[in-house]
């Protein structure tokens, strides 16, 4: 191609890109491909962006230096001292190797282009897959030029260097250097030494160059441990670390514990006795593989690298709970500490918040408010179960695992007991450990002890919970309100509990919402965030299980209080319930509580004293 040719496609690009908002100057192209490490399988030219990427030599050499690439696909290069590479192979690149050392670097280009070193030296530069081209190096061999007739090279073409690192430690930058070179007025010239070189970064290495190895031992920064729920091949990431699952393990459940050891320069160990050991009677193996069999002992032992290996924990006894310390060591270095529960079958059934049932309804009707009150799952119940095993744990007792039924204390009164809605795990601190249950009220009030059962499916083992009260009761018709004082201060804290009643006394259910209210208490301000002073109490809430609900008030602080006797008025107006409540309580400052009347009846019983001794005072004057 002539270099008329060129100029006018290289002027053609450029204004079609300046038309399309494109055109950039001296841009650093992306690299996409990964560099592998030491160790590893080395790279492939032609995997990494023509003019977009740098690659090295990762193959050891076995005699007295490196060798530099001699095929297009970069595979017979080697490196000397090379001891840790990073998994990128663009601009951005980090290496570790020993001072003196060689490395081997290679790209694919089709232009000119240059080596580049702020320490070091380049040799043996060439261009494997074309002929024709020029190397010139500046007089300290930190820069290596290569130039093509036309400054352009078709098809792209593998181009080589190696380069001796400094005797001095330290870090240096290696960069490879593409594109065309173009004079003021536009024009391609061909790149020299002495007045430019191309100019587009292609590729960029900071290579750290260290006296000694820190490889060889074990490194706990460049290593990877996690619990996890089957065997895998765990590999150590410096951008990913690993994290244990969240999972929790069910009875006859086995508990993994991936590992990859590595050196300081992310790199495989030499073979060494891998130990593992758990307490509490924890039955381990240990394996190379990701598929490993229970063990049957709480020690295992291993000869391996450390590479993507395996443990495998599993209970000592079926149904029996346990929490175990698994401790893993490499040729006696600690390397891994996990401390495992294994939860056990189901042992106990704790019934709680207990609610009261409206009358003539089903098991599986009513109670989403009061569950959410409580709970905060929105769902039907009178009742919650939450099953643990012998330890105490928490156990999730799912559909798979058996089945709940009532017990005892099931008749007219509570003709039915069920389990609606089940548990989906066995966090203790999630609201998703409670099952949801309720039971069935006949048409009168009343109440009877219950019970209820889990039968575990494959066992066949039943638990039973401790009795609890069923009641049944109708809806509120009438309430009361009570105030916990007769007499408050300024500033004192206010307790009003509502009463609400069914048509017969009975406490009233707490099935059913409150509904609309309104409060009026003079002096008095409500600090619950369910009640307002103008709104009244949450419409859509309802009471505790015996028909009652307690709201907090402040005495007197937001307006100064004056003191008194006053009456209040709470109303519930949606269900219509009763008249309203009239609750009464006075009110005192705290300073001199003394009121004009008890001033006045001070003077009248002062007068009537005098009044006395003056009498008595003329009755003996008479006498004398």
Known sequence: MSKTTLRKRIALTATTALFAGMLTVASAPVASASHPNVGGTQAAATIGQVDASLFMAINASTGTTA??????????????????????????????????????FYATITTSAA???????????????????????????????????????????????????????????????????????????APTLSTSIPTTLSGSVLVTVVATSAGGTYSASRSACK????GAALAYSSSTP?????????????????????????QNLSTGSVTVTATNGGLVNASTATSLVAGTTSTAILSTDGTSDNVRLSQPTSGAPLTTTVTI???????????????????????????TQALSAASTANGSQWMYQQTGIYTAGQFT???????????????????????????????AITVNTRSSTSNASSALVYNFGGFTCGSSAGQSSVSIKFTTTATGKVVTSDPFVARCADTAST????????????????????????????????????????????????????????????????????????????????TAAVAGAYSGVVTFTAPALGTPAAPTYKLSTGGDTTTNADVLKSIVALIASINKQIQALQKLILRR
């Open 67 to 104: 060798a530099v690439v001699t095929a297009a696909d970069g595979t017979t290069g080697t490196q000397k001292g090379l001891l840790n590479k990073d998994s990128s192979s663009g601009t951005a690149q980090t290496a570790t190797m020993l001072v003196g050392g060689q490395l081997s």
């Open 115 to 189: 080596f580049t070193a702020t320490g070091g030296s380049f040799d043996l530069v060439d261009v494997i897959t074309n002929t024709g081209e020029t190397v010139a190096y500046n007089s300290t061999n930190t820069t290596a030029l290569v130039t093509f007739a036309n400054d352009q090279v078709s098809p792209a073409s593998t181009i080589a260097a190696r380069w001796t690192a400094p005797t001095t430690a330290g870090t240096y930058t290696v960069n490879l250097l593409t594109g065309f070179v173009l004079n003021s007025s536009g024009v391609p010239v």
């Open 329 to 355: 060591s490499f040729n006696g270095t600690t390397v891994c500490t996990k401390t495992i529960t294994i939860r056990g079958e189901v042992a106990k059934l704790t019934v709680a918040n207990l609610a």
């Open 242 to 266: 690993a994290v244990d699952t969240t999972a929790i393990f069910a009875d006859g459940e086995s508990a993994y514990i991936q590992y990859d050891l590595n050196d300081a320069y992310t």
């Open 227 to 230: 619990v996890d729920t089957v």
């Open 479 to 558: 309430y009361t309100v009570s105030l916990d004082k007769a007499a408050y201060t300024q500033g004192d804290v206010a307790k009003a509990t509502v009463q609400f009643l069914d048509s017969k006394g009975n406490k009233a259910n707490n099935m059913v919402a409150i509904g609309a209210n309104s409060w009026t208490l003079p002096y008095m301000t409500a600090v619950d965030s369910s009640i307002t002073s103008t709104t009244g109490a949450s419409t859509t809430s309802v009471t505790k299980a015996d028909g009652s609900v307690t709201y907090t008030f402040v005495v007197g602080t937001t």
């Open 385 to 415: 179960v939450v099953a643990t095993d012998s330890a105490g744990n928490a156990v999730d007792t799912n559909s798979t695992l058996g089945s709940y039924a009532a017990n005892s204390g099931t008749g007219v009164q509570i003709p």
